[in-house]
Each structure stands twice: as C-alpha cells, then as structure tokens.
C-alpha cells in the first residue's frame, strides 16, 4: 500500500479550517487502509496538535464518516468517472470527510468546500485542488439524484458490512434492526459517581449548578447519564476523582462481582483500569487487588486511572492466558475476566469496529477466549467465583463459550445472576444496545465448587 505523501512544510496554523480537515482525512486513512484502530489513529500528533475546537472538529468528521462509510463510498464511486489510484487514498479519505460535511453536518456548504479544498494542499497534493473541488460541487448540484441512485443499496440503508448483518439477523431475528440503529447512533456520556466521595444524588446537584443535566442509569448504583455530552475538563470534581466516564453496562461489572472488602480480587485484562476502580470504589478501597494486562502501554492506563482516583491494586504486566509469577497466589476469591471480543456491542463508540472486524476472526477469538478461562480458572479459591465478560453481542463468544467451559468442567456451575435487566440467554444475561442508554455487554456468573 503506497503512503500518503508529507505534506509540504508550511506557515503556522492556516485560518481556513483546513487543518481539521486534513488531520480528519489522515485519520481516516489510518483506519480504511492501513487496518488501524480510532482510537490509535486519534492520537496521532497532527490531532493533538490542534485547538480543543479544533481537534472535537475533526474527531466529528471521522466519527460521522465511519458510521455512514458505505453511504459515502457509494456516492464517491458514482462521482468518480475512475477509480483513485493507490497513492491517492488519503486523498479519497479527504473526499469522503467533505461529503459527510455536505450531507451530514450543518457546516455551511462553501465553507466546507473551501476548508476542504485547502486541506488537499496541506496533503502535499495542490496539484489535485481542483479536482476535490469539482467533485464536492457536483454533490451539491446532484445530490437528490444521487441519493436516490444509491438508497436500494442493503449496505447503504443499514450502514452495516452483509456478514454482521446477516449474523445479527440470526442470533437476534426479533432486535436486530434495533440493535443496528441504536450501534450507528451516538453513545451516550454516562458517569460513574465515587462512592467514596458522596453519592449521585449530590453529584447530580454539582452537575446541575454547573449548568449540567443527568439522569440516573436505572441498573446502576452509582450511575448518571448526562443529557448532553461534556469534555471531561468540564465535570465538576474530574480531576480530583468525584467522578468517572464509564457506560452503564460496565459499570454493572462491580455490582455482579460483589467483591466484599478483605477480599482478594483478579481482574484479568484490566486496561485501562475503569472496572477496577469500580470494584475498588465499591469495596471502599478495602481489596487485595491484582489488575493485569500485557501491554506496557496499557499497563499506564491503569495506573493513572487509579492515580486520579487515589485506589490502590497491584498492577502487573502478564498475560492472563499464560499465567505466572508471584503475583496468581494465594488463590483469589473473585475474578473478572473480561475477555476479548468483537466489540460488536461497543460499536458506536468504535464505529471502525463495522469495518476492521472480520467474519473469519470470530473463531479465533472463540479460541482466546476458551485459552483465558482455562488459564484463569485454577486461580480461583474453592467456593470463588468467576464473572465472565464481554462487549459482544455474539452468543458464540458469550454464552455458548461459558456453556462449553461447564461442560468440561464438572466443579464448575452456573451462579444465576439475580437481576431482571437484558436478556436471559441459556448461560448468563445480554445487555443490548440502546438509542439512550447502554451499550452491548454479556455477564456470565461461575463458580468454583470444588478444589
């Protein structure tokens, strides 16, 4: 695959709106042809390098271009007379970003077309101004004949790649066209309250005489949707640890767990850490806690998210399929493994999820996942008990993999969890994504009979 060329060396900032733009469009060639996750490819130094207005910009454009991809795709490809060469990709990218300000933003039209006709420059291709131009302006002029040339397209109407959909389609034929509007929406801003600082009700108030509105989350404890997203530097208490970003389905981790202080705690695949600070909060810092992952990277983020919160764990780089080390004895009374997956009940966080995932890695994740809880077992104390965990909506990495594992494992049973949220399924619950609420998230409950 051809790079994208350096862009030329210029003046400082460039008073167009150019430089969002051309970061978005890089940003987007990261993810589209060079497999890289969003959340990599957002911390590149060019988008860190922008305003704050800036830079939640440029984030919007690649997050909006992502959910409606094939939208955009199939109109680029009715606007091109040929295919763009490997060596213009980032350049398509660029084009891409444009077409979802025309068509989905309320910047005005000229000024979109002018911001992005500059970025070109700064991709080091002023030579191709004039073609983003014309190719912008020509959507302008045909869009109702375009729109309707491509609306009969399944791709283009569900905003999903044929094998999720179809897949989807046959593990939840009653929801799936629920599931699929609520995962190409925005999530929403929920927060965890520290318990150990003061309760909802009263950060609710500090929220509202900071101009802010939430609404409690009815399954969790500590829970609060905000009625309107924030950056973070703007929550009362942030910095000082009065308050966490988490989804409510993750934040119902701690609360099945049930980790009673005294106790000792594993939770394996920790990064970046928001489980288990919520396990420490609600056991009041009173665990013997052990957090693993195996990346150093992702390591850090479990420390600073306990350093913000003033929790202390153990923090060890292992990995939870191959454990060993000082740190898996003596046995541990509650595990959370929180295992790898497809992430397909997360999409609208990660929209690249749609297109990085592929059909063909669903089993190898299946294997992983059957590796971690084998590995993760014998660490578990007789009469311990384990919570199972993903962010997938597939039976197949959910409870078709706790079942399996019941089976091969006679002292090994079933906890019914006892809540009426989500979906009972054969083994555990499902947590399905919605417009307003949580997103996707399966919990499993074993427990450890014997020795």
Same mark, same amino acid.
């Given at each position: 695959?051809?790079e994208?060329?350096?862009?030329?060396?210029?003046?400082?900032?460039?008073? $167009?709106?150019?430089e969002?733009?051309?970061?978005?469009?890089?940003?987007?060639?990261?993810?589209?042809?060079?497999?890289?996750?969003?959340?990599?490819?957002?911390?590149?130094?060019?988008?860190a390098?922008? $305003?704050?207005?800036?830079?939640?910009?440029?984030?919007?454009?690649?997050?909006?271009?992502?959910?409606?991809l094939?939208?955009?795709?199939?109109?680029?490809?009715?606007?091109?007379?040929?295919?763009?060469?490997?060596?213009?990709?980032?350049?398509?990218?660029?084009?891409?970003?444009?077409?979802?300000?025309?068509?989905?933003?309320?910047t005005? !039209?000229?000024?979109?077309?002018?911001a992005?006709?500059?970025?070109?420059?700064?991709?080091?291709?002023?030579?191709?101004?004039?073609?983003v131009?014309?190719?912008?302006?020509?959507f302008?002029?045909?869009?109702?004949?375009?729109?309707?040339?491509?609306?009969?397209?399944?791709?283009?109407?569900?905003?999903?790649?044929q094998?999720?959909?179809?897949?989807?389609?046959?593990?939840?034929?009653?929801?799936?066209?629920?599931i699929?509007?609520?995962?190409?929406?925005?999530?929403?801003?929920?927060?965890r309250?520290?318990?150990?600082?003061?309760?909802?009700r009263?950060?609710?108030?500090?929220?509202?005489?900071?101009?802010?509105?939430?609404?409690?989350?009815?399954?969790?404890?500590m829970?609060?949707t905000?009625?309107?997203?924030?950056?973070?530097?703007?929550?009362?208490?942030?910095?000082?640890?009065?308050?966490?970003?988490?989804?409510?389905?993750?934040?119902l981790?701690?609360?099945?767990l049930?980790?009673?202080?005294?106790?000792?705690?594993?939770d394996?695949?920790?990064?970046?850490?928001?489980?288990?600070?919520?396990?420490?909060?609600?056991?009041?810092?009173q665990?013997?806690?052990?957090?693993?992952?195996?990346?150093?990277?992702?390591?850090?983020?479990?420390?600073?998210?306990?350093?913000?919160?003033?929790?202390?764990?153990?923090?060890?780089?292992?990995?939870?399929?191959?454990?060993?080390?000082?740190w898996t004895?003596?046995?541990?009374?509650?595990?959370?493994?929180?295992?790898?997956?497809?992430?397909?009940?997360v999409?609208?966080?990660?929209?690249?999820?749609?297109?990085?995932?592929r059909?063909?890695?669903?089993?190898?994740?299946?294997?992983?996942?059957?590796?971690?809880?084998?590995?993760?077992w014998?660490?578990?104390?007789?009469?311990?008990r384990?919570?199972y965990?993903?962010?997938?909506?597939?039976?197949?990495?959910?409870?078709?993999?706790?079942?399996?594992?019941l089976?091969r494992? !006679?002292?090994?049973?079933?906890?019914?969890?006892?809540?009426?949220?989500?979906?009972?399924?054969?083994?555990?619950?499902?947590?399905l994504?919605?417009?307003?609420?949580?997103?996707?998230?399966?919990?499993?409950?074993?427990?450890?009979?014997?020795?």
């Open positions: 695959m051809a994208p060329r350096r862009p030329a060396p210029r003046t400082p900032r460039h008073p $167009s709106g150019a969002p733009r051309a970061a978005a469009a890089l940003a987007l060639f990261g993810v589209r042809q060079r497999g890289r996750s969003l959340t990599r490819v957002l911390e590149h130094r060019r988008l390098a922008l $305003s704050p207005a800036d830079r939640a910009l440029s984030q919007e454009m690649v997050y909006g271009t992502l959910r409606t094939p939208r955009l795709e199939a109109l680029l490809a009715r606007l091109l007379k040929h295919p763009m060469k490997a060596a213009d990709q980032d350049l398509e990218s660029l084009i891409l970003i444009g077409l979802y300000q025309l068509d989905a933003m309320a005005p !039209a000229h000024a979109a077309v002018a992005t006709v500059e970025a070109s420059r700064l991709l080091g291709k002023p030579e191709k101004a004039a073609l131009n014309a190719l912008l302006r020509r302008l002029r045909e869009r109702a004949e375009l729109l309707e040339a491509i609306a009969k397209d399944p791709a283009v109407h569900w905003l999903f790649p094998w999720l959909l179809e897949r989807l389609r046959q593990d939840w034929p009653e929801d799936w066209e629920r699929i509007l609520a995962s190409n929406g925005r999530a929403p801003m929920s927060l309250v520290n318990r150990r600082l003061g309760d909802r009263a950060y609710a108030a500090r929220l509202a005489a900071a101009g802010m509105t939430a609404r409690p989350i009815p399954e969790c404890e829970g609060l905000l009625d309107r997203p924030c950056p973070t530097r703007e929550l009362p208490g942030f910095a000082e640890g009065w308050v966490s970003v988490q989804d409510g389905g993750a934040q981790a701690a609360q099945l049930d980790a009673a202080p005294g106790q000792r705690v594993l394996a695949c920790a990064a970046p850490g928001g489980k288990t600070a919520s396990i420490l909060e609600r056991a009041d810092d665990l013997d806690l052990v957090a693993i992952d195996n990346a150093p990277l992702r390591i850090k983020s479990i420390h600073e998210t306990l350093a913000r919160l003033g929790l202390t764990a153990t923090v060890v780089l292992a990995d939870a399929s191959e454990p060993r080390g000082s004895h003596p046995p541990f009374e509650r595990i959370l493994l929180d295992v790898p997956c497809s992430a397909t009940g999409i609208r966080r990660h929209p690249d999820i749609k297109w990085l995932r059909e063909t890695d669903i089993h190898a994740l299946c294997d992983l996942q059957d590796r971690l809880l084998e590995a993760v014998p660490l578990l104390a007789p009469g311990g384990l919570l965990a993903t962010c997938s909506l597939l039976p197949a990495e959910n409870q078709e993999r706790v079942s399996a594992f089976g494992h !006679a002292e090994a049973r079933e906890c019914p969890l006892p809540v009426t949220w989500g979906r009972a399924c054969t083994i555990g619950r499902q947590l994504p919605t417009e307003d609420a949580h997103d996707g998230f399966y919990y499993a409950l074993i427990e450890q009979t014997a020795s």
